[in-house]
């Protein structure tokens, strides 16, 4: 892995990027109260397939800085905007939940891409998900952060009991060894934020904005994968007429949740690699 720092519209990023200098590149983007960790592990795997993967902490999480002017879908997309172009012309555009979110509000602004993966993309507002209970749980918790002192509102929101919480509620696999794997990381990334208030802006970007709204913009062959238990994204949106992106390959694992980063990484990378290579005819990209 590779490690380096750019300025952005603003905001110091840092990237990390894994995989052979030369390979195609693809640049990914991780979801909400998350950083580059939570994609690393299928990072290094699309590295070891040949790709180059660039994977940014987004502004107000990891070891990247804030927004200036504040944290919504807008704002985030004009960054990756600007982060395409500043390092080299990605093939794919990577995104995973919010992450997905971001990449679309990107393209809208003009990014340069050839090709679109969302994986387990926030496709419906969360808010009209599943897991009502754990949702509104969700809103009281943010909602109590925003009103207590600074320094306790940061506290709560870096609290490892929440974070192991709400990773357990997200994960699908039976198999207790990656059971504890997947709590530890959300453990290790609790406290990975900038400021209460980067956090709080974010989260309301998260239940104000989705994929659908920028769909029209996204033109270029998309590859979309989702879970039919994703408390985040329900199944019946995984469709090119319900998602608007009629131009889509759709994929939905079953009995798989939100974690599909964690959770299927061999099949994840077997399968972005294999659609990638429909569209190589004579050496020659996508139109």
């Not at 990605?90 to 919010?98: A, K």
């Not at 009209?128 to 207590?148: D, F």
């Not at 033109?219 to 009629?246: H, Q």
């Not at 939100?258 to 061999?266: G, I, N, T």
Request: charged residues 20%; proline residues 8%.
């Amino acid at each position: 892995m590779a490690e380096r720092t750019l300025l952005v519209r603003g905001t110091r990023t840092a990237l990390y990027a894994y995989g052979p200098d030369d390979g195609p590149t693809i640049l990914a983007i991780h979801g909400f109260r998350g950083t580059h960790e939570g994609l690393q592990p299928l990072a290094v795997r699309l590295g070891e397939a040949g790709y180059r993967v660039i994977v940014p902490d987004l502004p107000g999480s990891g070891a990247s800085g804030p927004l200036p002017g504040g944290h919504d879908a807008e704002r985030y997309g004009a960054w990756l905007l600007g982060v395409t172009e500043q390092v080299p012309t990605p093939q794919l555009l990577l995104g995973h939940s919010f992450g997905s979110v971001i990449v679309a509000a990107a393209i809208a602004q003009g990014a340069a891409h050839e090709g679109v993966v969302l994986i387990n993309p926030i496709l419906a507002s969360p808010l009209t998900g599943p897991k009502r209970i754990a949702t509104a749980a969700a809103r009281a918790y943010y909602a109590l952060a925003s009103v207590l002192p600074e320094a306790l509102g940061r506290r709560l929101l870096a609290s490892r009991w929440i974070a192991g919480l709400s990773g357990a509620l997200m994960t699908s696999t039976p198999d207790r060894r990656e059971r504890r794997w997947i709590r530890e990381e959300h453990l290790r990334q609790a406290g990975a934020f900038c400021s209460r208030d980067s956090v709080l802006e974010s989260y309301r970007a998260t239940i104000a904005t989705t994929v659908t709204e920028y769909a029209p913009a996204v033109t270029r062959p998309a590859l979309v994968i989702g879970a039919d238990r994703d408390p985040l994204s329900p199944a019946w949106a995984l469709t090119p007429e319900a998602s608007g992106l009629t131009g889509g390959t759709f994929h939905v694992f079953p009995n798989r949740g939100h974690l599909l980063q964690y959770e299927e990484v061999p099949a994840l990378t077997a399968l972005i690699a294999a659609w990638d290579r429909e569209w190589l005819t004579a050496g020659t990209r996508r139109p």
